[in-house]
Structures are given as C-alpha cells and as structure tokens.
T-cell receptor
C-alpha cells in the first residue's frame, strides 16, 4: 500500500539552527500538508501546498517556516532559526485531489530543539 | 471558524466492554469528518471517515461512527474493545482540498484487564 514517508524520524538541533524536515508524499497525490503536534497536545495544521505554491497556512506558519517541493517527489519543511518551542512532532500528509478525501499521514519527525 | 471538541481527555474501559468516544464539531458548511488513531510514538492512522450518505459509517478494527447533524456530533463506537485498542483517538473536521484538518485535543483510551 502506498504511504507517506518522512525523514528523519528524530532530529535534535540547537536553538537558532536551521532544520529541514523531509517528506515523500504518495506519488499521484496533489495536495501536501504539514502539521505539528507539541507533546501532549492536539495536532495543528501548519500549511497546505498545491501546484507548487502555498494554498493555505495557519497563524503558526510564520516567516521562520517555509515549504518547498524541490523535485517531483520530495516535500520539505524548513525552519530557519529554531526555537525551543518548535520542539514537536511534525507530520506530513497528502491527499489525492481537490475533491476531499482522507489525508494520508506519515509517521512523523520528532524535532527536539535544545 | 471550525472547531472540534472531544470532551473526554481520558477514558478507561475494561477489555471486552463497549466504547463510545465523543466528538462535537463546529463547521460552517458540510463537514467532512474523520477519526484517527495514534499509538504511542506512531503516526496517525485513519479509522473511518464521513463525507455524505449513510450517517453510520464503518471503519477498520471494528470501529463505527454515527454522524448526527442535529447534534453536531460524530461519536466513535466499538462494541467490544481489545487491549490493542489502547491509544490516543483524534476526531477531525475538514473541508476541501487546501483547507487542512482541524483536530480535537484527543481522547486517551486506557484498557484495563
């Protein structure tokens, strides 16, 4: 069964450093998303991406965040200058098209900022 | 703005007993509703979804959920829980395409022997 894959599974970084989280969505999917889950809290929508541009973004997705689809398969989330409060599980997801179907989630990347 | 409320933070159920997890939503248009399950350290797995049609939907692992528009609810049920059902359960509401999902805070399900 096709799946969304994320790398790395766990990343530790120092405060102020840049991190790039990587995702490979399901190959024929058109919409891509990033979500964040701070430990013990709910999953929060960050951004959606369609046709090589951001479609929607939440208040959380400020100027320190950016997303990119550098090639035909990868979808990345960059955090420019990490803060302690960026420590969270980051989930990538994808959906097949504009008519809504369920989002398929990756296993997540646990980011720890020290 | 859309929102999801899961009023129960923790629920403890005996193995073999029935289960109902509550979910209420607020959404301005026709909602698309989902239940996801998250085992410790794992990602989110879709249990079931409601888009339209029959208001009682069946999912994986023996779960079902009923959409009640008049109550803005989408409660998850299982007639007999197994120890492996212990996990965090998230209800979510979404629209179309780019909107993304709005999740509830989750219900932590504990199964006691």
């Amino acid at each position: 069964e096709p799946e969304v894959t994320q790398t790395p599974s766990h990343q530790v970084t120092q405060m102020g450093q840049e991190v790039i989280l990587r995702c490979v969505p399901i190959s024929n999917h058109l919409y891509f998303y990033w979500y964040r889950q701070i430990l013990g809290q709910k999953v929060e929508f960050l951004v959606s991406f369609y046709n090589n541009e951001i479609s929607e973004k939440s208040e959380i997705f400020d100027d320190q965040f950016s997303v990119e689809r550098p090639d035909g398969s990868n979808f990345t989330l960059k955090i420019r200058s990490t803060k302690l409060e960026d420590s969270a599980m980051y989930f990538c997801a994808s959906t097949p098209g504009s008519g809504y179907t369920e989002a398929f989630f990756g296993q997540g990347t646990r980011l720890t900022v020290v | 703005a859309q929102s999801v409320t899961q009023p129960d933070i923790h629920i403890t159920v005996s193995e073999g007993a029935s289960l109902e997890l509550r979910c209420n939503y607020s959404y301005g248009a026709t909602p698309y509703l989902f239940w996801y399950v998250q085992s410790p350290g794992q990602g989110l797995q879709l249990l079931l979804k409601y888009f339209s049609g029959d208001t009682l939907v069946q999912g994986i692992k023996g779960f079902e959920a009923e959409f009640k528009r008049s109550q803005s609810s989408f409660n998850l049920r299982k007639p007999s829980v197994h120890w492996s059902d212990a996990a965090e359960y998230f209800c979510a509401v979404g629209g179309r395409g780019a909107d993304g999902l709005t999740f509830g805070k989750g219900t932590h399900l504990i199964i006691q022997p």
